[in-house]
Protein backbone atom coordinates (compact mmCIF):
# COMPACT_ATOMS: atom_id res chain seq x y z
CA UNK A 1 0.00 0.00 0.00
CA UNK A 2 1.59 3.74 -0.74
CA UNK A 3 -0.28 6.94 -0.39
CA UNK A 4 1.98 9.45 -2.65
CA UNK A 5 1.36 12.89 -1.86
CA UNK A 6 2.25 16.38 -4.15
CA UNK A 7 1.10 19.08 -5.63
CA UNK A 8 3.13 21.45 -2.67
CA UNK A 9 5.49 24.55 -3.56
CA UNK A 10 5.84 27.80 -2.95
CA UNK A 11 3.92 30.11 -2.93
CA UNK A 12 2.64 33.61 -1.52
CA UNK A 13 0.51 34.51 0.52
CA UNK A 14 -2.81 35.01 -0.42
CA UNK A 15 -2.37 32.15 -3.62
CA UNK A 16 -3.53 28.65 -3.72
CA UNK A 17 -2.09 25.08 -3.70
CA UNK A 18 -3.97 22.06 -4.76
CA UNK A 19 -2.47 18.87 -3.13
CA UNK A 20 -3.39 15.68 -4.40
CA UNK A 21 -2.77 11.89 -2.99
CA UNK A 22 -2.44 8.95 -5.19
CA UNK A 23 -3.31 5.81 -3.56
CA UNK A 24 -1.81 2.66 -4.92
CA UNK A 25 -1.35 -1.27 -3.88
CA UNK A 26 -4.85 -1.47 -2.60
CA UNK A 27 -8.46 0.65 -2.72
CA UNK A 28 -9.58 2.14 1.03
CA UNK A 29 -13.19 1.21 -0.06
CA UNK A 30 -15.06 2.32 2.79
CA UNK A 31 -12.60 4.31 4.97
CA UNK A 32 -12.03 7.97 6.12
CA UNK A 33 -8.94 9.55 4.77
CA UNK A 34 -7.47 13.06 6.00
CA UNK A 35 -5.00 15.29 5.40
CA UNK A 36 -1.97 16.45 8.75
CA UNK A 37 0.78 18.91 8.93
CA UNK A 38 3.74 19.22 10.78
CA UNK A 39 5.32 22.84 10.43
CA UNK A 40 9.42 22.92 11.74
CA UNK A 41 9.37 22.21 15.32
CA UNK A 42 5.72 21.26 16.20
CA UNK A 43 3.53 18.42 16.48
CA UNK A 44 1.44 16.82 13.65
CA UNK A 45 -1.72 18.72 13.65
CA UNK A 46 -4.84 17.57 12.07
CA UNK A 47 -6.04 19.46 9.16
CA UNK A 48 -9.05 17.79 7.40
CA UNK A 49 -10.59 14.18 6.93
CA UNK A 50 -13.40 13.07 4.43
CA UNK A 51 -15.85 10.22 4.91
CA UNK A 52 -15.62 7.10 2.10
CA UNK A 53 -18.87 8.97 0.34
CA UNK A 54 -17.35 12.78 0.15
CA UNK A 55 -20.24 13.30 2.45
CA UNK A 56 -19.16 13.95 5.87
CA UNK A 57 -15.90 15.90 6.43
CA UNK A 58 -14.19 17.59 9.08
CA UNK A 59 -11.63 20.72 9.14
CA UNK A 60 -9.38 22.48 11.70
CA UNK A 61 -10.73 25.90 12.88
CA UNK A 62 -7.22 27.51 11.60
CA UNK A 63 -8.44 26.34 7.61
CA UNK A 64 -12.05 26.87 7.82
CA UNK A 65 -13.42 28.05 4.99
CA UNK A 66 -9.75 28.56 3.35
CA UNK A 67 -9.38 24.75 2.13
CA UNK A 68 -11.94 21.61 0.94
CA UNK A 69 -10.85 18.39 1.19
CA UNK A 70 -12.03 16.17 -1.80
CA UNK A 71 -11.91 12.53 -2.87
CA UNK A 72 -12.13 10.32 -6.38
CA UNK A 73 -12.48 7.17 -5.39
CA UNK A 74 -12.73 5.98 -8.56
CA UNK A 75 -9.27 7.72 -9.21
CA UNK A 76 -8.27 6.55 -5.97
CA UNK A 77 -7.30 10.42 -5.30
CA UNK A 78 -7.41 12.47 -2.12
CA UNK A 79 -7.02 16.34 -2.70
CA UNK A 80 -6.57 19.22 -1.10
CA UNK A 81 -7.40 22.82 -2.05
CA UNK A 82 -5.73 25.55 -0.36
CA UNK A 83 -6.75 28.94 -0.71
CA UNK A 84 -5.90 32.14 0.66
CA UNK A 85 -3.18 30.33 1.82
CA UNK A 86 -0.99 32.58 5.15
CA UNK A 87 2.45 32.05 6.29
CA UNK A 88 1.20 29.68 8.95
CA UNK A 89 0.66 26.88 6.84
CA UNK A 90 3.75 26.57 5.74
CA UNK A 91 4.24 22.62 7.15
CA UNK A 92 4.57 19.19 5.41
CA UNK A 93 1.46 17.87 4.06
CA UNK A 94 0.52 14.25 4.52
CA UNK A 95 -2.34 12.42 3.56
CA UNK A 96 -3.53 9.79 5.49
CA UNK A 97 -6.36 6.49 5.50
CA UNK A 98 -7.70 4.85 8.51
CA UNK A 99 -9.65 1.68 9.21
CA UNK A 100 -12.58 1.89 9.35
CA UNK A 101 -15.84 4.16 8.25
CA UNK A 102 -15.91 6.96 11.04
CA UNK A 103 -14.67 10.11 10.34
CA UNK A 104 -12.01 11.15 13.29
CA UNK A 105 -9.41 14.25 13.48
CA UNK A 106 -6.75 11.60 15.81
CA UNK A 107 -3.75 10.89 13.77
CA UNK A 108 -2.89 7.60 15.93
CA UNK A 109 -6.34 5.93 14.31
CA UNK A 110 -4.75 6.68 10.75
CA UNK A 111 -2.90 3.40 9.60
CA UNK A 112 -1.72 4.21 6.65
CA UNK A 113 0.76 7.38 5.65
CA UNK A 114 1.85 9.50 2.70
CA UNK A 115 5.21 10.25 2.88
CA UNK A 116 4.73 14.07 2.61
CA UNK A 117 4.71 17.07 0.47
CA UNK A 118 6.40 20.42 2.00
CA UNK A 119 4.10 23.63 1.57
CA UNK A 120 5.77 26.69 1.65
CA UNK A 121 3.67 30.37 1.75
CA UNK A 122 5.89 33.64 2.03
CA UNK A 123 4.92 36.94 3.20
Known amino acids: VQLQASGGGLVQAGGSLRLSCAVS????????MGWFRQAPGKEREFVAV????????SYADSVKGRFTISRDNAGNTLYLQMNSLKPEDTAVYYC?????????????????WGQGTLVTVSS
Open 50 to 57: ISWSGGST
Open 96 to 112: AAKRGVAITTTPSLYAY
Open 25 to 32: GRTFEGNA
